[in-house]
């Protein structure tokens, strides 16, 4: 199923499937690239920054970005 | 004057290695994002005086921010010094893709394995010989706030070399 890295529920890990073109250079430095493994730790409320743990690193990413994120979280 | 760069990710330890070399004592700090304008500073390096210049933390060098162009700005104005790249060796993946960035202008680069104590306690295992010939630049695994492996890491400036990045892609395949 694919889900928006912005809708995951806390703890869930999935495959980073598509990132919006405008974004994908902007990221990919800071290891959130196509296929690699993710998971969504912390999510603050009202549209918040999103706390997922990918490459062995805790990355927080805005909310507008994390919505332009399609992760694959299995079934 | 010969110039080194202190380049890599934020919250890696850039500043802790500034400090040690040059004597200058720049605020550090556990968070990303600490310095944010470049500090510059001077260290005898075999004789000879250099200068050693923090530059701000960036991911990558398509700055999105004003530190992160500081830093873009800094190493294309400073185009024929070396860059000691600094890299978080618990969070090795992320660090290299600056790496390689930085590789890619062409400047002499050492790769300064920083929080190496760190890697310890996660349980992660770095090849530092593979990974320096594959890069075909010198490699260090340090631990910054000790000092541990510094001595080493100035040692291997004089060896900074630059690579080709078709050369690293041959030799991971």
Request: hydrophobic share 40%; proline share 2%.
């Amino acid at each position: 199923m694919e889900k928006k890295l912005s809708e995951m529920d806390f703890d869930e890990e999935g495959t980073v499937k598509e990132i919006a073109e405008d974004f994908r250079v902007q990221i990919a430095g800071m290891g959130i690239r196509k296929g690699k493994k993710v998971k969504m730790t912390t999510r603050q409320p009202m549209n918040g920054p999103v706390v997922i743990e990918i490459g062995s690193a805790n990355t927080s990413v805005g909310y507008a970005l994390a919505d332009k994120v399609i992760v694959d979280v299995g079934d | 004057m010969k110039r080194i760069l202190l380049m890599g990710n934020p919250n890696v330890g850039k500043s802790v290695f500034f400090n040690r070399l040059t004597g200058v004592n720049v605020i550090t700090s556990n968070y990303a994002g600490t310095t944010v304008d470049y500090t510059k500073g001077y260290m005898c390096l075999e004789g000879e005086d250099v200068e050693l210049v923090d530059v701000p933390g960036t991911f990558s060098l398509e700055a999105k921010d004003k530190a992160e162009e500081v830093a873009v700005k800094m190493l294309d104005e400073y185009n024929d010094s070396v860059v000691i790249c600094v890299l978080d060796a618990s969070k090795i993946e992320r660090g290299l893709y600056l790496a390689l960035e930085i590789i890619e202008k062409g400047h002499p680069v050492v790769i300064a394995l920083n929080m190496w104590d760190d890697t310890m306690v996660k349980n992660i295992e770095v090849d530092v010989a593979k990974l320096a010939s594959i890069l075909g630049v010198p490699a260090v695994s340090t631990v910054a706030i000790t000092g541990e492996g510094l001595k080493e890491l100035v040692s291997s400036i004089g060896d900074a070399s630059s690579a080709t990045i078709e050369d690293i892609i041959g030799r991971v395949s």
